[in-house]
């Protein structure tokens, strides 16, 4: 089971919730679905709607608490940061790396103002 699609189909897809859900001028994803799916669970406040949040920085603390990320088998990462307007995909990386990876991907970028 699971999914195959390429690095760049991730990135679309962290794209679309980067956007809010718009596609060029097409809303796909309503936008109180993906508050719904970016709000904190009551059973668990780092985890949304098949989401991964970061959540008192808890997750990836050299980040913004507003990013999130879909995470999955083999350590595939789709992070979106909508403060520096950035979606990143890691493949096949060490959980443990992935903090410094994003905490050095964002130390070389300016914040979208």
Same mark, same amino acid.
């Given at each position: =089971? =699971?999914?195959?699609?390429?690095?760049?189909? *991730?990135?679309?897809?962290?794209?679309?919730?980067?956007?809010?859900?718009?596609?060029?001028?097409?809303?796909?994803?309503?936008?109180?679905? *993906?508050?719904?799916? *970016?709000? &904190?669970?009551?059973?668990? &406040? $780092?985890? =949304?709607?098949?989401?991964?949040?970061?959540?008192?920085?808890?997750?990836? &603390? $050299?980040? $913004?608490?507003?990013?999130?990320?879909?995470?999955?088998?083999?350590?595939?990462?789709?992070?979106?940061?909508?403060?520096?307007? *950035?979606?990143?995909?890691?493949?096949?990386?060490? =959980?443990?790396?992935?903090? $410094? +990876?994003?905490?050095? +991907?964002?130390?070389?970028?300016? &914040?979208?103002?």
């Amino acid at each position: =089971g =699971g999914l195959w699609i390429s690095a760049r189909d *991730l990135a679309r897809f962290g794209y679309l919730h980067l956007r809010r859900g718009r596609w060029k001028d097409r809303q796909l994803l309503s936008e109180r679905w *993906l508050e719904q799916a *970016l709000a &904190p669970g009551d059973q668990n &406040p $780092s985890y =949304g709607y098949m989401w991964w949040l970061n959540t008192g920085r808890r997750q990836w &603390p $050299s980040v $913004s608490e507003r990013s999130f990320a879909a995470l999955g088998a083999g350590s595939n990462v789709v992070w979106v940061e909508p403060e520096h307007d *950035l979606v990143v995909v890691l493949r096949w990386i060490e =959980g443990a790396a992935v903090d $410094s +990876v994003l905490r050095r +991907v964002v130390g070389a970028v300016r &914040p979208v103002r």
